[in-house]
């Protein structure tokens, strides 16, 4: 910076000087060689100067399209966030592929028609599934979340109070992967338990499959204010 100053002033007095040439007459070719020298400086340093304006010109437009570029990818990562959120949540739905599953009365057994599926086999039933890999279930398009309830009404189960029918019933599982899901459910101990109550399950890998979405607001009853302990 104190190079430039410099320079500046030496420029400056040479140009007051290389103004003053018509009116002070030189005394000899080496003052009118000097003028010159001072006056093309001056040129050169304008130049200099110009372009760099132009380089600060074009750094301000880079940098205000790199806070746009800054502003835009929060957005994004905050929006990207929220459908992970909605996603883990059950609220969008979700499609793949994956495994279809039919509970159906086994060959000695008489109709599905009446019988109803204890709601403890279909709970165990879902947590395998969740150990096997499960991305999204849904039982008769109804999707299953680790809060979902299943309750026995009357002798007849029940889905966070929705009256499941009677078997067959049709379960469909979204998953990474599928072959490791499928091999596991063969093996199950799920499949076992639903043997002994006279019912098989038929596993069948599809491709595509869809499992909705949770749509179903959850409201919270009989809550109580806690104090904070102090």
């Not at 110009?50 to 750094?59: A, F, H, V």
Request: aromatic share 4%; hydrophobic share 35%.
């Amino acid at each position: 910076m104190l190079k430039t100053a410099v320079l500046l002033v030496t420029v400056l007095c040479g140009y007051v000087a290389a103004s003053k040439t018509e009116q002070i007459p030189f005394t000899n070719a080496s003052d009118r060689n000097d003028v010159l020298k001072l006056q093309e400086t001056l040129e050169e340093e304008q130049e200099r100067r110009q372009e760099l304006y132009e380089r600060i010109r074009e750094n301000e437009s880079l940098l205000k399209e790199y806070n746009t570029e800054q502003k835009n990818s929060r957005e994004y990562a905050m929006q990207q966030a929220v459908e992970d959120l909605k996603a883990e949540a059950g609220m969008t739905e979700e499609s793949g592929n994956g495994v279809k599953i039919t509970i159906s009365p086994s060959g000695n057994a008489d109709t599905g028609k009446g019988r109803s599926v204890r709601p403890v086999l279909l709970r165990r039933m879902v947590n395998e599934l969740n150990q096997f890999g499960a991305g999204a279930v849904s039982i008769e398009g109804k999707r299953i979340l680790e809060t979902t309830a299943f309750r026995s009404i009357d002798g007849v189960t029940h889905i966070d109070g929705r009256r499941l029918p009677d078997i067959p019933l049709e379960i469909k599982v979204v998953a990474e992967n599928t072959d490791q899901l499928y091999n596991e459910l063969l093996v199950s101990e799920s499949k076992e338990y639903f043997s002994l109550e006279n019912m098989k399950l038929n596993v069948q890998k599809k491709e595509n499959l869809t499992v909705p979405s949770h749509n179903e607001v959850r409201r919270v009853q009989h809550m109580e204010v806690m104090e904070e302990d102090e």
